[in-house]
Nanobody, 113 residues
Framework: QLQLVESGGGLVQTGGSLRLSCAASGFIFSNYVMSWDRQAPGKERELVAS????????RYAESVKGRFTISRDNAKNMVYLQMNSLKPEDTAVYFC??????WGQGIQVTVSS
């Protein structure tokens, strides 16, 4: 079965850093665009970052551009989201996604002011 399992979330102070990891299985990982979404309380889910199959193409939401970096390791079926200079508005549940409507269970990121 297709699985996407996020890890690495937690509580961090404003200005701190976290790295989220997503372990993928059940499909040919290197064939797919992968992404990170997030959903804050009372708000709609939004795309944070995406990365092409080979890792050569990336795209970021304007709100995180310059602070977050998405990467992937196709040999390990892993996707990462390095989050630097975190702000309280980054507080949300973060989801690892595969093109086609598949996503993980989500992981909480909380940034305290």
């Amino acid at each position: 079965q297709l699985q996407l399992v996020e890890s690495g979330g937690g509580l961090v102070q404003t200005g701190g850093s976290l790295r989220l990891s997503c372990a993928a299985s059940g499909f040919i990982f290197s064939n797919y665009v992968m992404s990170w979404d997030r959903q804050a309380p009372g708000k709609e889910r939004e795309l944070v970052a995406s990365i092409g199959p080979t890792g050569s193409s990336t795209r970021y939401a304007e709100s995180v551009k310059g602070r977050f970096t998405i990467s992937r390791d196709n040999a390990k079926n892993m996707v990462y989201l390095q989050m630097n200079s975190l702000k309280p508005e980054d507080t949300a549940v973060y989801f690892c996604n595969r093109l086609g409507g598949y996503w993980g269970q989500g992981i909480q990121v909380t940034v305290s002011s």
